[in-house]
C-alpha cells in the first residue's frame, strides 16, 4: 500500500511481538498500520494495542488511556469439541460475511472462554470464544484464540483459507475497525463463476445446455464465464453466439489454455517455443472474434491450474490481461518459489519480474465464499459442466449463498480484472491503488483529478480531468509507460510493459495430432456423459 501517513499499534509483550514480527510485518505492509514493540507504561502517540499472552496489565493500561484493545485470553484452555463449529452471533458487529453463521474451522485444537457480559461475537457451542466491549470509541476485544506465528517461508493464506481461517478473522476485524475512514475500502463486492472446457460447437455441452445457463443465471441473479480452449475455435455455432451476444449480463468467454494438454502453461520452453505457444493462442481467438463479432477475454484460466512463473512475464509481454489460478495451484507449480508473507491478503498477486497480474479463484466451498467476501475479494468459483446437474441446481446454491452476503455485482472475468482496485476520495482527488494492468474507473463530477500510487504494476502519476479529452482517443503519459482515454464517463488506463512483443509478429506453433485427439476424445466423453448417466440410471 502506499507509504502514507499509518495509525500507531503497539504489541505486548515485546518478546511476543518479535516471535511474530513477520505476521506484522505482512499486516503493515497491506495496512495503513505501524507495528511496534510495547513499552511498559507508554502508550503515547499510540491508536491500538495488542496484548498476547500474559499482557492482561498492558491491556487494561490501554483501556484506561481509551486506547482501543485487542486481547488474547489463553488462561485455562480447554481442547475444541470434536464435530464443533464456530457460531457467529447476529450482532451488527459481526462481518456480514460471517453474521449468524456456523462454519468450521479444523485446525483449532483448544480455546479459552472469553467473558460474554459484554457483546458476543462469536461461540463454542454456548461459550464464548470472542467479545468486544464498547466504551465511546474505544473497543476492548477479548479473543480466546492466540494469534498465529509465521515462519520464515508463511504466508497468509496458509492461515486463511477452509481448513485454516478462525483467528486471523477478529484481529483483520480489529484492525479496520482502528483504521476507519482512514482506511482504503474494499472494493464493491464482485462476483463470477468459471466454467472450465465448454465450446460454441454445439447449443450444449455436456450437462450446459447454453440457452437454459443463461436463463437460469438471469433468474438467480449470477454470471456464468465459459473458459474456452483457443484449439475449439475452428468452429462456432451460429446460435450460441447469438446467445452470448444476446445474455452478455449473464455468460462471457475467456480463455483456457491454448492447446489443453498436460502442464500446458507449466512445462519448461525455449522463450521463442513459449512465445509462440501463447502468441497462437491469442491468434486463434481474434480469429473466433473476427469471424463470429463475440468478445473474449484475455485472461487465461490454466488448464488443470499448471501455471509457472516462468509464463507470466511472457503473457505480460504478448498481451494478456491476467491470470485467474487457485493460490494452491501456484504454490504446487511454483514450489521453489518464496512468495511474499502476504500471499492471499491482496486482491491480486503480482508474478514475474513484469508483474502479470494474478487473482484467484476457489473451488466449491462456502467457507472459501465467506472468507473471500470478507476480504473483499472477487468470489470467482470454479466449476465444470458436470456442476450444472439437475438444471443447474449447484450453481443456484452457491448464488443463493453470494447474494444473501451483501448486495453483489455479477460480473465477467474482463470486468472483475478491470475493476480490481481499492480507492478512495478526497477533496476532488479520486486516489487508485492498482492490482491490475488494465484499469476502467467509472466517474462521477465531483472527481477532478485522479491519482493512481505507485504499485507493482506502474509507476505512480495523476491525471488532470479538467482539460482532457473525452471522446475516446488515447493519450500517452509523459515519463511513464502508461496510457489512458475517456468515454461514456468510465476512465481506462493501461500499463503496458517496456518490452512489448506484437503476437501477429510471432510465428505460429503447430498443435501436433496428439492435442487435436485429445479434444476430440474430451469433447465426445462430455458429451455423451450425461446420455450415459441416464442410461446407467434406469
Not at 477479548?142 to 481461517?165: C, I, Y
Amino acid at each position: 500500500m502506499p507509504s502514507q501517513s499509518k495509525i500507531r499499534v503497539a504489541v505486548a509483550p515485546a518478546a511476543e511481538y518479535e516471535l511474530r514480527r513477520r505476521l506484522f510485518d505482512m499486516f503493515s505492509s497491506q495496512l495503513e498500520v505501524s507495528f511496534e514493540p510495547h513499552t511498559p507504561g507508554d502508550y503515547k502517540g499510540l491508536q491500538g494495542l495488542i496484548a498476547l499472552s500474559g499482557a492482561g496489565e498492558a491491556a487494561r493500561g490501554a483501556s484506561v488511556r481509551n486506547i482501543s484493545c485487542y486481547e488474547i485470553i489463553l488462561s485455562q484452555p480447554i481442547p475444541f469439541p470434536a464435530q464443533s463449529a464456530i457460531t457467529f452471533t447476529s450482532s451488527a458487529g459481526v462481518h456480514r460475511a460471517f453474521r449468524g453463521k456456523i462454519l468450521a474451522d479444523s485446525s483449532l485444537i483448544n480455546f479459552t472462554p472469553v467473558s460474554n457480559s459484554s457483546d458476543s461475537l462469536a461461540k463454542v457451542g454456548d461459550q464464548t470464544i470472542w467479545a468486544v466491549e464498547q466504551q465511546g470509541n474505544q473497543e476492548h476485544h477479548r479473543v480466546g484464540v492466540d494469534v498465529p506465528v509465521f515462519t520464515e517461508r508463511d504466508f497468509f493464506h496458509n492461515h486463511f483459507r477452509e481448513l485454516r481461517w478462525f483467528a486471523m478473522v477478529p484481529l483483520l476485524h480489529f484492525l479496520r475497525r482502528l483504521l476507519g475512514s482512514d482506511g482504503w475500502p474494499a472494493p464493491e463486492p464482485r462476483a463470477s463463476f468459471i466454467i472450465d472446457d465448454p465450446n460454441l460447437h454445439h447449443r450444449s455441452y455436456g450437462y450446459i445446455d447454453f440457452d437454459k445457463l443463461a436463463n437460469h443465471a438471469a433468474a438467480h441473479n449470477y454470471h456464468a464465464t465459459i473458459a474456452t480452449v483457443p484449439l475449439d475455435a475452428w468452429y462456432f455455432d451460429r446460435k450460441v453466439v447469438e446467445l452470448f451476444q444476446t445474455h452478455k449480463k449473464h455468460i462471457s468467454l475467456m480463455m483456457h489454455g491454448v492447446n489443453h494438454v498436460a502442464d500446458e502453461l507449466a512445462r519448461s520452453y525455449e522463450e521463442q517455443d513459449a512465445l509462440s505457444l501463447l502468441a497462437t493462442g491469442l491468434r486463434r481467438i481474434a480469429d473466433l472474434e473476427s469471424r463470429s463479432g463475440i468478445s473474449v477475454a484475455r485472461i487465461m484460466a490454466a488448464p488443470h491450474g499448471a501455471f509457472a512463473e516462468f509464463m507470466a512475464d511472457l503473457m505480460a509481454r504478448l498481451g494478456y490481461e491476467g491470470a485467474c489460478v487457485s493460490i494452491g495451484s501456484l504454490l504446487r507449480w511454483n514450489a521453489e518459489k518464496l512468495w511474499p508473507a502476504s500471499l492471499g491478503f491482496a486482491v491480486a498477486q503480482p508474478l514475474g519480474s513484469l508483474a502479470f497480474p494474478v487473482f484467484h479463484r476457489i473451488g466449491i466451498s462456502e467457507t472459501d465464499i465467506r472468507l473471500k467476501t470478507f476480504l473483499g475479494h472477487p468470489v470467482i468459483v470454479a466449476t465444470h459442466h458436470q456442476d450444472c446437474v439437475s438444471n443447474f441446481a449447484r450453481l443456484e446454491s452457491m448464488a443463493n449463498t453470494v447474494n444473501s452476503i451483501d448486495s453483489v455485482r455479477w460480473m465477467g472475468i474482463e470486468e472483475i480484472s478491470r475493476t480490481n482496485f481499492v480507492s478512495k476520495m478526497q477533496n476532488g482527488m479520486f486516489h487508485i491503488w492498482p492490482y491490475t494492468r488494465h484499469l476502467a474507473v467509472p466517474l462521477s463530477p465531483e472527481i477532478t483529478e485522479v491519482e493512481v500510487c505507485r504499485s507493482p504494476y506502474c509507476g505512480g502519476f495523476t491525471i488532470d480531468l479538467r482539460n482532457v479529452r473525452r471522446d475516446g482517443a488515447e493519450t500517452a503519459l509523459l515519463n511513464v509507460p502508461a496510457r489512458y482515454r475517456i468515454s461514456n464517463n468510465t476512465l481506462e488506463i493501461f500499463f503496458p510493459p517496456s518490452n512489448t512483443v506484437d503476437y501477429r509478429q510471432v510465428e505460429s506453433k503447430s498443435p501436433g495430432m496428439w492435442p487435436i485427439v485429445r479434444r476430440l476424445l474430451t469433447e465426445a466423453r462430455d458429451r455423451t456423459q450425461p446420455v450415459l448417466s441416464l442410461a446407467s440410471a434406469r
